[in-house]
């Protein structure tokens, strides 16, 4: 038997709406004082802005929170691996020009420090004590939450054209394809944990109602590594792909170029 009841709970949580229009509206500021800065640059912050909400205001919510490990796997791959590319799309050069300016973002933003930085978070976060304590502290939830947004931004950083181009180190595009494979390490360290454990790794999901018959805390959490290791792949496999073919490309006009010179 299986309980939907929890799919018709939308929570409606005033901070989060003030930090997305504070966003909104930060955005906008950016983009008023950068000559450079195109409708496309929008599109992609609101469609970042929209996968926040999702996580955030939607009944993902409640149901990571109180009932399933594997939705609140979800929620973490939303915040720190599709939103943060989205957000930084939506950055012209102009724009990150003056972002760069602020203390501290141009020496978190370079490669090894990204990597550092997001490894971190995402292993340390998942660590069983900290993963339930965030789970009965509604104050230390929504600071997991922003770190997890904030590494998403510094690990992607890098990558994105119109940001790595303010990076001291600024990497080749094979060297960007190495950076994403590392990415992809720490992920796949607490994915594999979830996924071969025999025993609940997170006591708070033991003690949650079962919304499906049989469903048992292992194979939520078997199912939440699932989550982690694929769905956390897909963004940085889109952008591995992006970054390939335009690698290729150039490349190859680069080859067709020499050989009509001659």
């Not at 309980?3 to 983009?31: I, K, R």
């Not at 791959?77 to 939103?83: D, E, H, P, R, S």
Request: proline letters at 6%; glycine letters at 6%; a negative charge.
């Amino acid at each position: 038997m299986i309980s939907w009841w929890p799919l018709t709970m939308w929570p409606f949580d005033l901070t989060v709406y003030a930090g997305l229009v504070l966003l909104y509206f930060g955005h906008a500021w950016l983009a008023s004082g950068a000559a450079d800065a195109e409708r496309k640059h929008t599109l992609y912050f609101l469609a970042g802005l929209f996968t926040l909400w999702v996580a955030l205001e939607t009944p993902i919510d409640p149901l990571s929170d109180s009932y399933l490990d594997s939705v609140h796997m979800l929620q973490h791959v939303l915040l720190a691996f599709v939103a943060p590319p989205l957000l930084l799309l939506g950055l012209s050069p102009g724009m990150v020009s003056r972002l760069v300016r602020v203390p501290g973002v141009r020496a978190s933003t370079e490669p090894i420090p990204a990597q550092v930085i997001a490894g971190v978070v995402m292993v340390v976060w998942h660590l069983p004590p900290l993963y339930d304590a965030t789970l009965h502290n509604e104050g230390l939830h929504v600071i997991e939450h922003l770190t997890f947004i904030a590494a998403g931004v510094v690990l992607y950083w890098p990558i994105v054209d119109a940001t790595s181009g303010h990076a001291r180190w600024e990497m080749s595009a094979g060297a960007k394809l190495v950076y994403m494979l590392l990415a992809t390490l720490p992920q796949d360290g607490v994915a594999l944990a979830l996924i071969f454990s025999r025993v609940p790794f997170y006591e708070y999901y033991t003690h949650a109602p079962r919304l499906i018959a049989g469903f048992t805390a292992l194979i939520d959490q078997t199912i939440a590594g699932a989550v982690l290791m694929v769905a956390g792949k897909v963004t940085l496999a889109v952008a591995a792909m992006v970054i390939f073919f335009r690698w290729f490309g150039a490349e190859h006009r680069a080859d067709r170029a020499h050989v009509l010179s001659h």
